[in-house]
């Protein structure tokens, strides 16, 4: 299918200027051999460098000696010739006048540049003394709603002491009425001062304001040459969120329609995206923008760190310098406030020693694109291609009821009356970015981050989240500013994994495409979705299953009657994120209030954040586990030091086991620590020795801490709903039962994620083995029969045993896999539990416990064949314990008989 597919597509019309005449095969493999079995899809975060250019650039370094700039040594004067030498190929590159009408000025990147221009713009400030006067004519910043949070962070300089300007985010179509309303009025031969009111600030006062009037002796204001107000408008050539590209022709319609005798309008542009595929022409002096900031990598891949300021010489005399650094004077006295400025206006801006090596690659970076590519300007037919054909094909995809997979944030999605053919695939509307969000058949959301996860584990690399894009973000995804605090408030912010609050998604996800993006990379995308997300049947199916519970007694039975399904496995996990321990079979073990006693009472702590460490961050912590001897009272750790990166003298000959006392409590004062985004409170150990030995095996100062409830032993006592420990215990805690679940609220927990119990089935677990392999095409069974080395083996998968799912109960006997999805209720032994619904699955099942080697296989079987109506990756099933239900004394082991409900009368 693929194959055919890109058939179609070479051969169709579409392709035009796609593949620089046949070379971008080869252009792929010899110039970027890091994307060799991967598909990137993140040039609009950052391009990838070539090859070539790397050569040349270490080539260069080890070829010449180059030195800081600010001296007159050879290798100095080298570097400073370089520094000028990018300048001018800058300028070039941007088509921008080389005789003094332009300058360059290195910033960090793009943001720097903007944080440069706010500072040094002319502002106009009101007065707190003048405000309700006449004469007050403030300055007034205008912010288009799609600008990246760079450019809206100006708002930050809207006030200090010298008073404040004002501030206003406008919508194109707010902008566009207001140029048109302005150029009707001038046709019918109006002035320009008649059209003041219609300017995106607010009208200007008859007068001028007393701050910037020049003054006469007898005291009489000299408007004639009073200094105007300066108004800045500020916004992207191309939105970083969804490529929306804006009319560079906006400069000079902003300049004819709202420049006065008092006020002037400057405008920066943010191209860092724009110039990403695309050139950018100043030549035209009186249309281009004041200021132009880019960033290099955006364009080159490298150098990283390294941006610009284009800007007009003109505006040497207005802009304003108050902080310098060195280099930056011409003169400067110590003992007074004297100091003057050098005279360019590089020279005057670029505080400090340049990052004078990246320019250097920047200069070579210019040539190698012309060696690559040819010319710069090949690179935008070749991304359009791409991208028209990526639109089209996501806008394909649909679920087996004819609902849309991509819910895809383009103008004309949701507003049919724009033409498509004016929108992806005419480079003037658009740049070669996609965002969207994924959903169900049943209309339900995908998460993002399941969607992020997924296409990690395939190599391929998208983006995430909100794109530092606070105006398209809410645009886009229908949120208001008091449901974005609501959110704060809520706990979600910019870089965590919430991505559905309240029904609606916090961000979304972006793929952009590159000068060496290819056909293949595009349609690799389409067949992950294909197979990932697209539901083929209807996911809200319910397959009924058998009552085994009697409707009438919940708990009067014989337990020694043979029945299909029994316990094979209790697990507990002392120490969270470390292996469990599994419970002899004769070993009957109590239930606490708060789940199987002593599972997840401990965990590691990191020394320097206070949160709890985790296998998903550090996977070699499924190497340590933890042995309960309940008679002893004891806690036996131990690590497998086999297979371990760690030499065999780690411990300097210290033993390798730990021994601590369940009775004895930590003395040092309660602490909070974050567990799953819960604070909780813990007590930390400060013996050196126990420390010192979890440190050392994971390489990463920690501290084992405890929790201070449920350290009791339930086994002989019978809790009621009366009874005062198990009240006491319920005050105590501080972690509850997840709300998306269906329990009480207020049911406890400790250290575990979600709930107390989690039960998986091994006919699920064989089931999924069988995706697996299906997922491998045999090659998994076919490399075991193999008797391939074990080194290999664990690389290339590990197996998949119930270990993986870190439950704590593991049936057998049932006739299929997935009953357990279907039961309400069931009874262990004599134990009763309630089912609270599925769990949801992270990376952490993709760490072979054993080993801790990761493998995403198992992941990805599981979100193609295991995911809820809501879109989330689940097995196994959460449980709560029914003391009201169950007997006396309240206790499970390896061999109980389980029955189960479907269904529980009210």
């Excluded at 100095?76 to 300028?91: D, F, G, N, P, Y």
């Excluded at 995809?397 to 997979?405: D, I, M, T, V």
């Excluded at 919430?498 to 595009?522: E, F, H, Q």
């Excluded at 039962?737 to 575990?752: E, F, M, T, W």
Aim: proline share 5%; charged share 20%.
């Amino acid at each position: 299918m693929t194959s055919s597919l890109k058939t179609q597509f070479l051969q169709s019309t579409e392709s035009h200027g796609y593949g620089y005449n046949g070379a971008i095969d080869t252009i792929r493999k010899e110039q970027y051999p890091q994307l060799k079995d991967a598909i990137y899809l993140d040039h609009a975060g950052a391009t990838l460098p070539a090859h070539h250019l790397l050569q040349k650039f270490t080539a260069d370094l080890t070829s010449n000696l180059y030195a800081n700039p600010h001296s007159k040594s050879p290798s100095s004067q080298a570097s400073s010739t370089r520094v000028e030498s990018a300048r001018q190929k800058i300028l070039e590159h941007f088509k921008a006048s080389i005789h003094g009408e332009w300058d360059v000025i290195f910033t960090a990147n793009a943001s720097a540049g903007i944080k440069l221009v706010g500072e040094a713009f002319p502002w106009t400030r009101r007065q707190s003394s003048t405000a309700t006067s006449a004469n007050a004519s403030p300055s007034k910043l205008t912010i288009l709603r799609e600008a990246h949070t760079s450019l809206v962070g100006l708002r930050g300089l809207a006030d200090d002491e010298g008073g404040s300007i004002d501030i206003e985010t406008v919508t194109e179509d707010q902008l566009e009425e207001r140029l048109f309303s302005v150029s009707s009025i001038k046709s019918h031969g109006q002035s320009n001062d008649s059209t003041e009111s219609h300017h995106p600030s607010p009208p200007p006062s008859p007068g001028i304001s007393a701050s910037t009037s020049n003054t006469s002796s007898d005291g009489n204001a000299e408007v004639k040459n009073a200094e105007p107000t300066y108004n800045l408008f500020t916004y992207p050539a191309q939105c970083n969120f969804g490529g929306r590209r804006f009319p560079l022709s906006w400069t000079r319609r902003i300049k004819d329609c709202f420049d006065t005798r008092t006020i002037k309008n400057l405008v920066l542009l943010d191209a860092a995206s724009y110039v990403m595929t695309s050139e950018l022409d100043l030549s035209d002096y009186s249309a281009s923008p004041d200021f132009v900031v880019v960033s290099f990598y955006k364009m080159f891949g490298f150098p990283t760190g390294l941006g610009a300021v284009i800007v007009k010489t003109e505006l040497a005399p207005k802009l304003r310098k108050r902080y310098f650094g060195g280099g930056t004077v011409s003169a400067i006295a110590s003992d007074e406030p004297w100091q003057v400025y050098r005279s360019s206006l590089h020279g005057r801006f670029e505080d400090g020693t340049l990052n004078f090596l990246d320019i250097v690659a920047l200069d070579l970076a210019f040539e190698s694109i012309k060696e690559i590519y040819g010319s710069y300007s090949n690179i935008s037919p070749h991304v359009t291609a791409l991208h028209q054909f990526l639109y089209k094909s996501m806008k394909a995809l649909k679920h087996y009821n004819g609902a849309p997979l991509c819910d895809i944030y383009i103008e004309g999605e949701k507003q049919s009356e724009t033409p498509e053919k004016q929108l992806v695939g005419n480079p003037e509307m658009y740049g070669p970015i996609i965002n969207f969000n994924l959903k169900r058949s049943n209309g339900n959301w995908v998460g993002y981050g399941d969607v992020e996860r997924l296409a990690s584990m395939k190599n391929i690399h998208v983006r995430t989240g909100g794109f530092c894009n606070p105006g398209s973000m809410q645009r886009w995804l229908d949120l208001s500013a008091d449901e974005v605090k609501k959110n704060l408030e809520a706990g979600h912010v910019c870089w965590d994994d919430t991505d559905i609050l309240n029904g609606k998604p916090t961000g979304s996800i972006r793929v952009s495409l590159g000068a060496m993006s290819t056909i293949d990379d595009v349609l690799g995308f389409i067949a992950f979705l294909e197979e990932y997300f697209i539901d083929t049947t209807n996911p809200d199916t319910i397959v009924q299953s058998e009552d085994l519970i009697d409707e009438q007694s919940e708990i009067d039975r014989d337990t020694t009657s043979s029945e299909p399904i029994q316990v094979d496995s209790v697990i507990i996990y002392p120490i969270k994120s470390c292996r469990g321990y599994k419970l002899p079979r004769s070993q009957p073990w109590p239930i606490a209030p708060h789940g199987l006693l002593y599972d997840r009472e401990w965990m590691l702590v990191d020394e320097v954040t206070g949160a709890a460490m985790t296998q998903k961050r550090y996977p070699r912590m499924c190497m340590i586990r933890a042995e309960i001897l309940l008679e002893q009272n004891l806690m036996i750790v131990e690590h497998d030091q086999d297979g371990s990166q760690l030499s065999s003298d780690i411990f300097n000959n210290k033993s390798t086991k730990l021994y601590i006392s369940l009775n004895e409590m930590p003395m040092e004062a309660t602490k909070s620590s974050k567990v799953c985004g819960d604070c909780t409170s813990v007590v930390h150990y400060t013996a050196p020795e126990i420390n010192e030995w979890f440190t050392q095996f994971l390489g990463k100062p920690c501290r084992l801490a405890r929790q201070p409830v449920a350290s009791q032993n339930p086994m002989h006592t019978t809790p009621s709903s009366n009874d005062s420990s198990s009240t006491s215990s319920l005050q105590q805690s501080s972690r509850f039962v997840k709300s998306h679940l269906n329990a009480p609220a207020g049911a406890p927990i400790l250290l575990s994620n979600e709930s107390p119990f989690l039960l998986i089935a091994d006919k699920s677990v064989e089931r999924v083995r069988d995706w697996v392999d299906e997922h491998d095409q045999g090659q998994g069974g076919v490399r075991r029969l193999a008797n391939l080395s074990e080194d290999l083996d664990k690389k290339l998968r590990h197996e998949l045993t119930s270990d993986s799912f870190r439950a704590n109960f593991v049936t057998k006997g049932q006739k299929v896999g997935f009953e357990e999805d279907h039961w309400a209720r069931i009874q262990i032994g004599q134990q009763v539990f309630d089912i609270l619904g599925p769990c949801r699955r992270c990376h952490m099942v993709t760490i072979d416990q054993k080993t801790a080697v990761k493998n995403s296989d198992v992941f990805l079987a599981l979100s193609k064949h295991r995911k809820s109506p809501g879109g989330q990756i689940f097995f196994g099933m959460h449980m709560l314990h029914r003391p009201d239900l169950s007997v006396a004394p309240y206790v499970v082991k390896v061999g109980d008989m389980i029955r189960t409900r479907r269904e529980v009368a009210n």
